[in-house]
């Protein structure tokens, strides 16, 4: 089980920055993959990106490529998304969730942050 909390989310204008956390509470987070989504009102569910459970194999969504860079810190249990050059089609609510290597579900949530883009 893990439990997982996101923040740094916010109103950033076009072309800005931001950093989204997610801290993991329990001492398994080592043993997860990571990801990262977002919804944006009126859409389905986006994956953005991903990582393996040792940090390596990043994966990016081609609307995301090249502007946002997928990390974990498993010394501090935390995963992050730097999301650089945002545009205003990046508003959604951003959500991080972790799975087991073995599977391709993932099974813990955390709750969300809004990341607003103003144009």
């Known amino acids: 089980q893990v439990q997982l909390v996101e923040s740094g989310g916010g109103l950033v204008q076009a072309g800005g920055s931001l950093r989204l956390s997610c801290a993991a509470s329990?001492?398994?987070?080592?043993?997860?993959?990571m990801g990262w989504f977002r919804q944006a009102p009126g859409k389905d569910r986006e994956s953005v990106a991903r990582?393996?459970?040792?940090?390596?194999?990043?994966y990016y969504s081609d609307s995301v490529k090249g502007r946002f860079t997928i990390s974990r810190d498993n010394a501090k249990n935390t995963a992050y998304l730097q999301m650089n050059s945002l545009k205003a089609e990046d508003t959604a609510v951003y959500y991080c969730?972790?799975?087991?290597?073995?599977?391709?579900?993932?099974?813990?949530w955390g709750q969300g942050t809004q990341v607003t883009v103003s144009s």
């Open positions: 969730a972790a799975r087991s290597p073995a599977s391709a579900v993932y099974n813990f």
């Open positions: 329990g001492r398994t987070f080592n043993t997860y993959d």
């Open positions: 990582i393996t459970f040792s940090g390596g194999r990043p």
